[in-house]
């Protein structure tokens, strides 16, 4: 909280509403009820090399309006007279429109704002607030980021007032963020510095910038270094979400890019911490020379098929390399790469104080909970030819590499291939119109379930997860 005092304290409770709801930092997509009286969203996307608005510019003329090209969307921003009267009946009338749970307080902290920052982006905010989607979270965002010691971050957006439209976007978005942003203020500089708006971030990109955050940090605690640099990334992959910069194929092929790289990530560090107490496991190759054993994470599901969400859990499978293991090792194979997969899985879950870096989901692996978390290649494709169910082989489709050796991840990939789509294996050539219909069957099932539970809903909720169109339909 910004204000110790209880009426700040108050102030909050009053705007914000005190149920579990309003301060989850995350939105339910399991049954989306949409506001009636909520505005259409508005793109805030500034087209490149379009004018900008006149709210960020310092000395606009009053209600001088910005010229911006017919295509875009987006109603102008009015700026009002050089030095507005923040305090006064302008500042009251500028909010009015805006739809506070809590008008009053929230006019209140609205002037407290426009005391601290210049009189340009002062007389911006009311509209910036006007388009936000929750306008009592980004109000309440906005004060707490002004509200640090060293004024920093009010001079950087007294110069740069496109930046509070950034902060104003994240905080009426996501708390969860917005909390990010506040703690992470060197973000608006990256913002600034980098303009790494413009365009989503290779594999390779956000493997330079983890190592490079890594390198300027003391934190020796993996889970909580990687959840944090996750966080992170997720204002910037949200921002150009928001501001229709990427589209949506786009905005979940970056999240699954950042994905691999954390997974990628907690791999090495717990392979440090294992061989630290063992050797790295070996096997005899063909002409008997001694070989490491390669070892793979497989993605599957919305992560396999690049198509992650910003809350969305990952399903992994674990794989490592066949062969005749070396006498005398201190552990097998197959204990040092279950003890691996365990590792993995701890430093991606463990909640930490920024959240987990994941959740993660293992029932999609070979034998579901009841089999050993990592499974050699030969026993995975011969659970695969002979043992599996029909939905098994099915979760198989958008199988991927996501972290270790992928010439392993490969070759289980191209083993399992004939098995997915074809029937028993002596016949594994034809489509297999059993699994067809018995997924057929399912969905019908699931869409029954629907129907008998909507009778009783009355709010006439949207489910997006098992609903028509939905993520399952």
């Known amino acids: 909280m910004v204000h110790g005092d209880a009426t700040a304290s108050l102030e909050y409770e009053s705007i914000l509403g005190s149920g579990d709801d309003d301060v989850s930092p995350h939105i339910s997509l399991r049954s989306y009820r949409p506001r009636k ?34 295509s875009d969307p987006v109603p102008p921003l009015r700026s009002v007279t050089r030095n507005p009267d923040v305090t006064g009946p302008n500042s009251h009338s500028a909010a009015s429109g805006i739809p506070f749970n809590d008008p009053d307080t929230a006019k209140q902290i609205l002037v407290r704002i426009q005391q601290q920052v210049s009189p340009a982006l002062g007389s911006a905010i009311p509209a910036l607030l006007g388009d936000s989607p929750d306008p009592d979270a980004a109000l309440l965002g906005f004060e707490r980021l002004i509200s640090e010691p060293t004024g920093e971050v009010v001079g950087l957006l007294n110069r740069d007032n496109f930046l509070a439209h950034y902060a104003i976007v994240v905080f009426g978005h996501s708390r969860f963020l917005g909390e990010t942003l506040i703690q992470n203020t060197d973000l608006l500089q990256t913002f600034l510095r980098e303009r790494n708006l413009d365009r989503s971030f290779s594999r390779e990109e956000f493997h330079e910038s983890l190592a490079r955050f890594r390198s300027r940090s003391f934190e020796n605690d993996a889970s909580l270094l990687l959840a944090r640099f996750k966080r992170r990334e997720y204002v910037r992959i949200m921002l150009r979400d928001v501001l229709k910069l990427a589209p949506l194929a786009e905005t979940t092929a970056e999240i699954s890019a950042l994905a691999d790289v954390l997974i990628d990530a907690a791999l090495r560090d717990a392979q440090n911490l294992l061989q630290r107490r063992y050797e790295a496991p070996q096997h005899l190759d063909a002409v008997g020379r001694l070989v490491d054993t390669p070892f793979a994470i497989l993605a599957l599901g919305k992560l396999g098929g690049n198509e992650l969400n910003y809350s969305s859990d990952v399903d992994l ?28 899985t701890e430093i991606l879950s463990r909640v930490t104080r920024e959240g987990p870096v994941f959740r993660i989901d293992m029932r999609l692996r070979p034998q579901g909970g009841e089999g050993e978390l990592a499974i050699s290649l030969s026993h995975a494709l011969n659970y695969y030819a002979h043992g599996a169910h029909d939905w098994e082989r099915q979760a198989l489709i958008k199988a991927r590499h996501s972290a270790g050796d992928e010439i392993l991840a490969r070759e289980f990939i191209r083993g399992v291939q004939r098995h997915i789509y074809g029937g028993s294996p002596d016949r594994a050539d034809r489509l297999n119109f059993e699994a067809i219909a018995t997924s057929l069957a399912s969905r019908e099932k699931m869409h029954t379930r629907r129907r008998r539970s909507s009778l009783y809903d009355s709010n006439e909720s949207v489910d997006v997860k098992l609903g028509h169109g939905g993520i399952r339909d």
């Open 317 to 344: 499978m674990y794989i490592f390399g066949d062969g005749e293991e070396p006498a005398g090792a201190a552990v097998s194979n197959r204990e040092y790469f279950i003890r691996l997969a365990q590792q993995v």
């Open 37 to 70: 009286d909520r505005r259409e969203n508005r793109d805030l996307r500034r087209p490149s090399g379009a004018p900008k608005p006149s709210c960020y510019a310092e000395n606009s003329e009053a209600n001088a309006v910005a010229e911006r090209p017919p």
